[in-house]
């Protein structure tokens, strides 16, 4: 599939460019840059936002996008990569991509048991790395992205337990604990995708819908249909919604599952779902006050460097489900929140900071690949 860019600011009309520009720099500092005429996501404010990620943080050596940063966000940073390249079908970056996936796929320091092949220490890791990997194939067309991605979702799956809160797949290989919801999430989006890449599987499907079968039943997904952090285990190994942050990543990346398994099956009662989750997030007014993507940990200005990547994985997410739904209903959404980043949130030279309704402060790894994401995540 390949899809046009979109001049949301309109919201209904198709364009192929706008006569907006983004300004690409060096570093990431500057002044904050404000009054700027919106007139849409255009190609040139994509490349500029790429180009800055990759002249601040990327690492030439070992291919990854500021390496003293956790290991998965060069992974979701390829992810936004990828899928600008699939949406626009501008393989300028692929070189790059290919070389960040060949210099990661060894054996890791920390976690040298996995064997390499981007088998990681938490299910999670192993997951981000596994749908860029799928969304490589969708570029490439070489099997051998997928075929790793196939590793990669044997290895997850091992690591699915029924001792325990009736089943699900545990976050931390190591100690074997805590089941939360973005590794089974991560993992339900990634076998409903590789079956949907290999004609006639059942594997991977069925392994999708039983991951995806106790995930509803959980109690993950609250009452008001936003999904909180993981589970609290009980004495005897039952287990009860943990009540912890309903980060906005853990209700986008449930999105793109239900959607690939709505193609899968043709099923809408995933669309359906789907759009109970969504519509709580963008109504939220925790998560989306004044309709502006926010990260819960922004108000007391605590935000990790790994909570700075996840509006922009909720995003990509979002645009999954929206393309799928014929009067895409999610679309104004997602512009407003690009044109609040583009306006708000965006120095002199290019760089993205954390909060979308602005005002810009210095950017990282992880909220420049978010607003990518974003940016992204309007083009359809």
């Known amino acids: 599939m390949r899809l046009i860019l979109t001049c949301v600011a309109a919201a209904a009309s198709t364009i192929h460019s706008c006569e907006a520009s983004a300004q690409s720099s060096r570093n990431s500092t500057g002044t904050a840059e404000t009054n700027s005429t919106w007139t849409g996501v255009t190609t040139e404010m994509l490349s500029s936002a790429i180009d800055a990620m990759n002249t601040a943080w990327y690492n030439e050596t070992d291919g990854r996008w500021n390496s003293s940063t956790a290991w998965w966000l060069t992974g979701n940073a390829l992810q936004a990569l990828c899928d600008y390249m699939y949406k626009t079908d501008d393989t300028h970056y692929l070189s790059q991509a290919e070389g960040t996936i060949e210099k990661q796929s060894g054996p890791l320091a920390w976690w040298p048991e996995g064997g390499g092949d981007f088998r990681a220490d938490s299910t999670d890791d192993t997951g981000w790395w596994a749908l860029a990997l799928v969304r490589l194939f969708d570029i490439t067309n070489d099997s051998g992205y997928l075929d790793t991605a196939e590793l990669d979702e044997e290895y997850i799956y091992s690591y699915w337990n029924a001792s325990t809160c009736g089943g699900g797949i545990v976050w931390d290989i190591p100690d074997l604990s805590y089941k939360n919801a973005i590794s089974n999430e991560l993992y339900i989006k990634l076998a409903a995708s590789l079956h949907n890449r290999n004609p006639g599987d059942t594997r991977y499907l069925r392994r999708a819908l039983q991951v995806w079968n106790w995930f509803n039943s959980t109690g993950m997904i609250g009452a008001d249909n936003l999904v909180n952090d993981g589970l609290a285990e009980g004495s005897n190994g ?79 997410n979002l645009a999954e489900l929206n393309i799928l739904l014929a009067d895409r209903p999610y679309g104004t959404y997602l512009g407003n929140n690009a044109q609040s980043a583009w306006e708000n949130d965006r120095n002199s030279s290019g760089f993205y900071g954390l909060s979308w309704a602005g005002p810009y402060t210095d950017a990282t790894v992880g909220t420049q690949s978010s607003v990518l994401s974003l940016l992204v995540a309007n083009i359809w």
Do not use: H, M
């Not at 039952?238 to 599952?257: E, F, K, P, R």
């Not at 006050?289 to 200005?301: K, Y």
């Open 238 to 316: 039952t287990c009860t919604n943990n009540g912890a942050t309903t980060w906005t990543y853990n209700q986008g990346v449930i999105l793109g599952a239900l959607s690939e398994l709505y193609l899968a099956t043709g099923d809408e009662g995933y669309l359906n779902r789907a759009k109970s989750i969504a519509d709580a997030a963008v109504t939220s007014a925790a998560l989306s006050p004044s309709g502006i993507l926010t990260e819960p940990c922004e108000a007391a200005g605590d935000c990790d460097s790994n909570q700075e990547a996840f509006k922009g994985i909720f995003a990509r």
